[in-house]
C-alpha cells in the first residue's frame, strides 16, 4: 500500500505531465487558420543601412476582425543565413500567413 505523500506526488507528477503535454497541442491549433479576407498592399518602409544587421520588413496581420499593420524590425545578422520576411499566400479559397524566418541556402 502506498503512503498518502508518495500517492500525493504520482498525483502531482501525473497532473503536471498533462498540463505540460497539453500546451504544445494547443499551441498547434493556431498554425492552421487561414481567412477569406485578402491582406491590403504591404506598405513601403525605407530604412537604411545598419552594419551587422538585417531589416525584417513589416507585414500585415490578422486581429480576428481585422489586418493589423506590424512594422518591420532590425535583426542582429546571422551569417551563411538570409532572412525572408512574414507574407501572405493565396490557400484554396482563402489567404494564409507564412512567418517570417532565417534561410540557410
Not at 518602409?45 to 507585414?59: D, L, Q, S, T
Request: with cysteine; glycine share 16%.
Amino acid at each position: 500500500m502506498l503512503s498518502r505523500k508518495f500517492s500525493g506526488s504520482i498525483l502531482a507528477a501525473a497532473l503536471m505531465f498533462g498540463v505540460c503535454t497539453a500546451i504544445p497541442a494547443q499551441a498547434r491549433t493556431w498554425l492552421g487558420v487561414s481567412i477569406g479576407l485578402a491582406p491590403p498592399p504591404v506598405r513601403v518602409e525605407r530604412v537604411g543601412i545598419r552594419a551587422g544587421y538585417v531589416w525584417a520588413p513589416g507585414y500585415w496581420r490578422w486581429s480576428g476582425s481585422r489586418h493589423v499593420w506590424v512594422g518591420g524590425r532590425w535583426l542582429p545578422a546571422r551569417p551563411g543565413y538570409h532572412y525572408v520576411g512574414a507574407h501572405w499566400v493565396h490557400w484554396g479559397h482563402g489567404w494564409r500567413l507564412r512567418g517570417g524566418g532565417w534561410v540557410h541556402p
